[in-house]
């Protein structure tokens, strides 16, 4: 039999990764109704304009579609991995050909897929239930895709290098989950990002999740809002850049710190 | 026969504690070679460098003819040729056991047939039982499973039957010997000492970071010329002398009780009392 590649094995291991997340119910019901109990809280709360055209859901929906990004990229691998340190899975896999690479393609084909997953529900609910406008124009379509498949990618490698930060799995939840929800609070998914004190606003320029919101409001919100945001415009270039920059930053990080076996 | 494992003067330290210092050994083909040791001893460290997992501080290691330290691609065709049966993990509880076992067979060149190894390790009727659901003894026979799938050269087992109850172990050891008389060569670690010795046809005591011995279970630690102790019963009490000549006892207190001497007993030293002389000796 011929050697199998990188990508095939890869690509097995995606299916593989895919199909022990439907058998953990509680986790997929977590990950993927989580979001959409927090916009029919949210849509219900704020049911008010926040600019002419616009109302809190709208504003709402691009803030949880960033959020989707960051859940299911860096939050669940960096959940996750630790887990499957402990439990002695990767260990097992170092001590077989399997290349390293065929490893986080399939950590990254889970990734994605619950990432489309996230976004079809929460468009479709927020359409469904909350008057959301989805983008009426290609060029706003496009920049939605390259934002899913930028910003995606940037959560992947970040979840992978954070996962060497927390000591064991079962402490990973309690030290990744506060990060996130601390970002999510900065970076304007919660509330009108503007709205928030100067300092909450340069705290969150610096990290990524604070970019994908503004891109995804660039997608959903109408032009005319462009000019609430901070700089009076989207920022589309700076956004890409900015999110491109935590990429590279990812793939360095986790190249030097991605530990097989639990230390 | 061709050595497939060899170590010369191999050292490693954590901080301040030597935990290998200076081990050698030479493994043929088609041995079952087990080392033996308390824990702290230097065994898993030992083992561990060979599988590649850590780097050395100093000595000559090869298996199959490769350095274990080595990154990169060579590295994954050398991997193609060793099966690693770890200690107890707990993965993949959300796979079945087929699915886990077919899956890893697609890491290798040639590897055996998923079906084969599971009936083979005897999880035939658990084929399609979650992970999660197997029993400890179960969950070690997938393990092995999976250790052996990519038909390995060179089969590292790291305390294999814990967990096993007794005619499981006994299946398992004929499994092992079937792998054996397939021309791999095994590298055993276990605390049981009756595993090393029905399996096992050399042995090597480690402690303190050191080859204490090699030999077979039979001469090890001079077991086969230990005094034997001979124990019978007399005036109601339980009596034992040790003796170079237990036959000459025997047959003196036989024409002492004329004819059948009560509760008669002799005893050689068990490869378990050699053992713990040995590394009780070496901690002195």
């Given at each position: 039999?011929?050697?199998?590649?990188?990508?095939?094995?890869?690509?097995?291991?995606?299916?593989?990764?895919?199909?022990?997340?439907?058998?953990?119910?509680?986790?997929?019901?977590?990950?993927?109704?989580?979001?959409?109990?927090?916009?029919?809280?949210?849509?219900?709360?704020?049911?008010?304009?926040?600019?002419?055209?616009?109302?809190?859901?709208?504003?709402?929906?691009?803030?949880?579609?960033?959020?989707?990004?960051?859940?299911?990229?860096?939050?669940?691998?960096?959940?996750?991995?630790?887990?499957?340190?402990?439990?002695?899975?990767?260990?097992?896999?170092?001590?077989?050909?399997?290349?390293?690479?065929?490893?986080?393609?399939?950590?990254?084909?889970?990734?994605?897929?619950?990432?489309?997953?996230?976004?079809?529900?929460?468009?479709?609910?927020?359409?469904?239930?909350?008057?959301?406008?989805?983008?009426?124009?290609?060029?706003?379509?496009?920049?939605?895709?390259?934002?899913?498949?930028?910003?995606?990618?940037?959560?992947?490698?970040?979840?992978?290098?954070?996962?060497?930060?927390?000591?064991?799995?079962?402490?990973?939840?309690?030290?990744?989950?506060?990060?996130?929800?601390?970002?999510?609070?900065?970076?304007?998914?919660?509330?009108?990002?503007?709205?928030?004190?100067?300092?909450?606003?340069?705290?969150?320029?610096?990290?990524?999740?604070?970019?994908?919101?503004?891109?995804?409001?660039?997608?959903?919100?109408?032009?005319?809002?462009?000019?609430?945001?901070?700089?009076?415009?989207?920022?589309?270039?700076?956004?890409?850049?900015?999110?491109?920059?935590?990429?590279?930053?990812?793939?360095?990080?986790?190249?030097?710190?991605?530990?097989?076996?639990?230390? | 026969?061709?050595?497939?494992?060899?170590?010369?003067?191999?050292?490693?330290?954590?901080?301040?504690?030597?935990?290998?210092?200076?081990?050698?050994l030479?493994i043929?083909?088609?041995e079952i070679f087990a080392l033996l040791g308390p824990n702290g001893a230097g065994k898993?460290?030992?083992?561990?460098?060979?599988?590649?997992?850590?780097?050395?501080?100093?000595?000559?290691?090869?298996?199959?003819?490769?350095?274990?330290?080595?990154?990169?691609?060579?590295?994954?065709?050398?991997?193609?040729?060793?099966?690693?049966?770890?200690?107890?993990?707990?993965?993949?509880?959300?796979?079945?056991?087929?699915?886990?076992?077919?899956?890893?067979?697609?890491?290798?060149?040639?590897?055996?047939?998923?079906?084969?190894?599971?009936?083979?390790?005897?999880?035939?009727?658990?084929?399609?039982?979650?992970?999660?659901?197997?029993?400890?003894?179960?969950?070690?026979?997938?393990?092995?499973?999976?250790?052996?799938?990519?038909?390995?050269?060179?089969?590292?087992l790291?305390e294999p039957t814990t967990g096993f109850d007794p005619e499981a172990r006994r299946a398992f050891w004929s499994?092992i010997r079937?792998?054996r008389?397939?021309?791999?060569?095994i590298?055993l670690t276990t605390h049981y000492l009756d595993e090393a010795e029905a399996l096992a046809d050399r042995v090597a005591v480690i402690n303190h970071?050191q080859i204490i011995e090699v030999s077979t279970p039979e001469l090890l630690g001079g077991r086969a010329t230990s005094l034997a102790t001979v124990t019978w019963r007399e005036d109601g009490l339980t009596k034992s002398e040790k003796s170079e000549n237990p036959t000459a006892l025997v047959s003196q207190l036989s024409s002492r009780f004329k004819g059948e001497v009560p509760e008669l007993s002799v005893k050689r030293a068990s490869l378990e009392d050699i053992y713990l002389e040995m590394i009780g000796g070496a901690n002195e």
């Amino acid at each position: 039999m011929s050697k199998p590649t990188a990508l095939s094995i890869g690509i097995q291991r995606g299916g593989l990764e895919i199909r022990q997340f439907m058998r953990q119910r509680e986790s997929v019901v977590f990950t993927m109704l989580f979001p959409l109990i927090l916009l029919a809280i949210f849509g219900s709360v704020f049911s008010n304009q926040i600019a002419e055209g616009v109302t809190f859901s709208q504003y709402f929906v691009a803030g949880m579609i960033a959020s989707g990004l960051v859940n299911t990229g860096f939050q669940q691998l960096a959940i996750m991995i630790p887990m499957e340190r402990d439990f002695g899975t990767l260990k097992r896999l170092r001590g077989t050909p399997m290349p390293a690479s065929s490893y986080f393609i399939g950590k990254s084909i889970l990734v994605m897929l619950s990432m489309l997953v996230q976004v079809f529900l929460l468009l479709t609910a927020g359409v469904a239930f909350f008057g959301v406008n989805l983008p009426t124009s290609a060029d706003k379509w496009l920049i939605l895709l390259a934002l899913l498949v930028i910003g995606s990618a940037c959560s992947t490698i970040l979840g992978i290098a954070f996962s060497n930060v927390p000591k064991t799995g079962r402490g990973a939840s309690a030290v990744v989950s506060p990060v996130v929800i601390v970002l999510q609070f900065f970076s304007g998914v919660f509330f009108i990002f503007t709205d928030l004190p100067q300092w909450m606003q340069q705290v969150a320029a610096i990290f990524p999740l604070k970019w994908m919101t503004q891109g995804a409001r660039s997608v959903f919100l109408p032009d005319s809002f462009a000019a609430q945001e901070v700089a009076g415009s989207w920022e589309t270039g700076r956004t890409f850049a900015i999110i491109g920059a935590w990429l590279v930053v990812g793939i360095i990080w986790a190249i030097r710190s991605f530990k097989w076996e639990r230390q | 026969m061709s050595t497939v494992i060899s170590v010369a003067g191999l050292k490693k330290s954590y901080g301040a504690n030597q935990a290998v210092n200076g081990v050698d050994l030479q493994i043929s083909q088609g041995e079952i070679f087990a080392l033996l040791g308390p824990n702290g001893a230097g065994k898993t460290t030992t083992v561990e460098i060979l599988e590649g997992f850590r780097d050395r501080d100093s000595g000559e290691v090869k298996v199959l003819g490769f350095d274990p330290a080595t990154k990169g691609s060579a590295a994954q065709a050398w991997r193609d040729r060793i099966g690693i049966v770890l200690q107890s993990t707990e993965d993949a509880g959300d796979l079945t056991v087929y699915e886990s076992v077919s899956h890893f067979a697609k890491y290798y060149k040639n590897p055996k047939d998923p079906r084969e190894v599971i009936d083979l390790v005897g999880l035939g009727e658990k084929v399609d039982a979650l992970g999660r659901t197997l029993s400890g003894g179960q969950r070690r026979r997938l393990d092995v499973a999976l250790g052996i799938i990519g038909s390995p050269e060179v089969i590292f087992l790291d305390e294999p039957t814990t967990g096993f109850d007794p005619e499981a172990r006994r299946a398992f050891w004929s499994l092992i010997r079937n792998l054996r008389d397939e021309g791999a060569t095994i590298l055993l670690t276990t605390h049981y000492l009756d595993e090393a010795e029905a399996l096992a046809d050399r042995v090597a005591v480690i402690n303190h970071g050191q080859i204490i011995e090699v030999s077979t279970p039979e001469l090890l630690g001079g077991r086969a010329t230990s005094l034997a102790t001979v124990t019978w019963r007399e005036d109601g009490l339980t009596k034992s002398e040790k003796s170079e000549n237990p036959t000459a006892l025997v047959s003196q207190l036989s024409s002492r009780f004329k004819g059948e001497v009560p509760e008669l007993s002799v005893k050689r030293a068990s490869l378990e009392d050699i053992y713990l002389e040995m590394i009780g000796g070496a901690n002195e």
